[in-house]
Structure formats: structure tokens, C-alpha cells
């Protein structure tokens, strides 16, 4: 039976490597390449515990930690939607519950359930932990696009009141970092980075 367990465990691990297939449309500072969503997720958790003292109400570290790093696995069935695209995000919803039941199936059954009620969290939004892990979600894009000059942006032609929308998560979840992200913001419509 313990055997069963760990194979259960190891093939839900195996599955989840393949997140580091999935290719975001945000790229690496430095102008890189496009960034995957393996290190969007790795890099919002090392936010997630750097940052967090600018949140607006405590809440669990770990378990933020945690919501950030398993938040993006369903892409590896329902695929990345850009955050800025109309059409995808209608289907997105079922896209990404399909991929739930599948991906967290994989796992015992206990496992499964605790990471999927984790990622159900995320998604909903409402508790603290939720709340910030949605900061880091908007915030880390958002950063390394302004240190590569707004390209992505460009690219797509993305304007501010686009941005402001997806932002809005933002300041419910910490007052600060929003104040930042309005800055930036700021300067990216100036430099002509974002459509006013």
C-alpha cells in the first residue's frame, strides 16, 4: 500500500515537470527569452516570503508559498491564456478545471484533495493567503516587464485601463505594492510603453 502511495506521488511529480514546457508571454528580465511557467510560479514564491511584509493583513507564509507554486500546473492540459486575451479567457475556466481533475487525480487521494482545495483557493481569492499570492501573480509579470522596458506591452498593445484592470487584485491584497505598480504604470505610459 505505501508503495502504491509513492508511485502515486512520483507520477504526479513527473507530470508537473512538464510545466516548465509552458511558455508565458512575459519574458526574462535582461530581455531574454519568454519565461516558463515553472519559473513564474518558482519566482512568486520566493516573493511570496521576500515581500510579505508589505501585505495588508498576515496570513501563512508557507501556505502562500505553497498556493504560488501549484497555481499554473493546470496549464500543462488547459494551456497558458495570456492575461490580456478576450477570447481565451471565456473557455479558460473549463479548460483549467478539466486539467484539475486529471492533474490532482493523480495523486493519493488525501494529496489530492489538499492541493486541489489549495489551488480552488487561489482562484477564488477571498482569504489572505489567496489575496497576496494574486499580488505576486499580477506583481511578477508586471516587474519584468518594466525592467525590459515595457516590450511586452509594445508587442501586444496593451494599454493602461487593460493592466488597471488585472491590478485590481492587487490593492485588495496589499495597498503598497499597488501604489508601486501604479507608478510603473505611470512611467510606461509616458515612455509610450502603454497605451494611455
Same mark, same amino acid.
Given at each position: 500500500? !505505501?508503495? %502504491?502511495?509513492?508511485?502515486?506521488?512520483?507520477? $504526479?511529480? +513527473?507530470?508537473?515537470?512538464?510545466?516548465?514546457?509552458? /511558455? @508565458?508571454?512575459?519574458?526574462?528580465?535582461?530581455?531574454?527569452?519568454?519565461?516558463?511557467?515553472?519559473?513564474?510560479?518558482?519566482?512568486?514564491?520566493?516573493?511570496?516570503?521576500?515581500?510579505?511584509?508589505?501585505?495588508?493583513?498576515?496570513?501563512?507564509?508557507?501556505?502562500?508559498?505553497?498556493?504560488?507554486?501549484?497555481?499554473?500546473?493546470?496549464?500543462?492540459?488547459?494551456?497558458?491564456?495570456?492575461?490580456?486575451?478576450?477570447?481565451?479567457?471565456?473557455?479558460?475556466? !473549463?479548460? %483549467?478545471?478539466?486539467?484539475?481533475?486529471?492533474? $490532482?487525480? +493523480?495523486?493519493?487521494?488525501?494529496?489530492?484533495?489538499? /492541493? @486541489?482545495?489549495?489551488?480552488?483557493?487561489?482562484?477564488?481569492?477571498?482569504?489572505?493567503?489567496?489575496?497576496?499570492?494574486?499580488?505576486?501573480?499580477?506583481?511578477?509579470?508586471?516587474?519584468?516587464?518594466?525592467?525590459?522596458?515595457?516590450?511586452?506591452?509594445?508587442?501586444?498593445?496593451?494599454?493602461?485601463?487593460?493592466?488597471?484592470?488585472?491590478?485590481?487584485?492587487?490593492?485588495?491584497?496589499?495597498?503598497?505594492?499597488?501604489?508601486?505598480?501604479?507608478?510603473?504604470?505611470?512611467?510606461?505610459?509616458?515612455?509610450?510603453?502603454?497605451?494611455?
Amino acid at each position: 500500500m !505505501e508503495n %502504491e502511495r509513492l508511485e502515486k506521488q512520483m507520477d $504526479f511529480l +513527473l507530470e508537473i515537470d512538464k510545466e516548465k514546457n509552458i /511558455l @508565458r508571454q512575459t519574458h526574462l528580465s535582461g530581455h531574454g527569452r519568454r519565461e516558463n511557467d515553472a519559473e513564474h510560479a518558482w519566482h512568486m514564491a520566493i516573493m511570496a516570503y521576500l515581500l510579505r511584509e508589505y501585505a495588508d493583513r498576515p496570513f501563512d507564509v508557507a501556505k502562500t508559498m505553497m498556493m504560488c507554486l501549484i497555481h499554473d500546473i493546470v496549464e500543462i492540459d488547459a494551456g497558458d491564456t495570456y492575461a490580456y486575451d478576450t477570447e481565451g479567457k471565456k473557455t479558460q475556466k !473549463e479548460r %483549467e478545471e478539466k486539467a484539475a481533475d486529471r492533474i $490532482f487525480g +493523480l495523486l493519493p487521494e488525501d494529496q489530492g484533495k489538499e /492541493l @486541489r482545495a489549495i489551488f480552488e483557493e487561489f482562484d477564488e481569492g477571498d482569504t489572505p493567503e489567496a489575496r497576496f499570492a494574486r499580488v505576486c501573480d499580477n506583481f511578477q509579470p508586471l516587474m519584468l516587464n518594466n525592467s525590459n522596458g515595457g516590450g511586452d506591452w509594445v508587442e501586444h498593445g496593451v494599454s493602461r485601463t487593460q493592466v488597471e484592470g488585472r491590478q485590481g487584485r492587487t490593492r485588495e491584497g496589499s495597498k503598497t505594492i499597488y501604489e508601486k505598480t501604479e507608478e510603473i504604470l505611470n512611467q510606461n505610459v509616458e515612455k509610450g510603453s502603454l497605451k494611455p
